[in-house]
């Protein structure tokens, strides 16, 4: 079975200051991991994702996440936050070769940039 | 990245009333397709699985008869909730790939349904 875990609910960071979101997860093999990001009554937003190669994998608006089997972790970082970037975010997984399967999310994480 | 267009974005409904949520992939074909609900201040539910041209594939604990889905062609799927209650109003949401497993999947915009 695949789980992620987003051990944060909130994470509170001051605009300018460096910012991480953290997750790990659980999967048989080796697994896909994505960001997404949701603004309040919208849907979700692809920030980046894991295949294969470079560990440090960039994505949309900045942010950028690093992929480290030995701890099964996939963190969210960006190395200057906006207050636009307060929103929830999700870490999601799918094990590889599982075809068009749904995402197994984790249970988002809070971010508030403070000016 | 592909374009996964869901309307409405807002409904408020009658108790006992109906209401059909459609999604539509808007620059890919996409067989499959997934439902979720999302609670306030909470991570996104799957309700179910959508298979173009065959039955959807309920998650347990969803109930089928009232959460119908149809996925009629290759670019729409529609989720009606029938009879509906208060405690059926949340946010709803679909998504969809366009590829593969190593793909993202593309989400709609949401849908916040209100039964009064």
């Known amino acids: 079975a695949q789980s992620v875990a987003q051990p944060e609910d909130q994470v509170n960071v001051a605009e300018g200051n460096p910012l991480t979101v953290k997750c790990t997860y659980s999967v048989s093999g080796n697994p896909y991991l994505f960001w997404y990001v949701q603004y309040p009554n919208r849907g979700l937003q692809f920030l980046l994702k894991y295949i294969t190669g470079d560990n440090l994998v960039k994505g949309s608006y900045g942010f950028e996440a690093e992929f480290n089997k030995s701890q099964t972790s996939f963190h969210l970082k960006k190395p200057s936050a906006l207050v636009s970037d307060s929103a929830l975010y999700f870490c999601a997984v799918r094990a590889r070769n599982s075809g068009n399967t749904p995402l197994v999310f984790g249970k988002g994480t809070r971010l508030s940039v403070i000016a | ?116």
């Not at chain 2, 374009?3 to 074909?29: N, W």
């Not at chain 2, 008869?65 to 946010?91: C, G, R, W």
Request: glycine fraction near 6%.
């Open chain 2, 1 to 116: 990245g592909a374009v996964v267009s869901q309307h409405p974005s807002r409904v408020i409904c009658k108790s006992g009333t109906s209401v059909k949520i459609e999604c539509r992939s808007l620059d890919f074909q996409a067989t499959t397709m997934f439902w979720y609900r999302q609670f306030p201040k909470q991570s996104l539910m799957l309700m179910a699985t959508s298979n173009e041209g065959s039955k959807a594939t309920y998650e347990q604990g969803v109930e089928k008869d009232k959460f119908l889905i149809n996925h009629a062609s290759l670019t729409l799927s529609t989720l009606t909730v029938t009879s509906a209650h208060p405690e059926d109003s949340s946010f709803y949401i679909c998504s969809a790939s366009p590829g593969g497993s190593n793909t993202e999947a593309f989400f709609g915009q949401g849908t916040r349904l209100t039964v009064v």
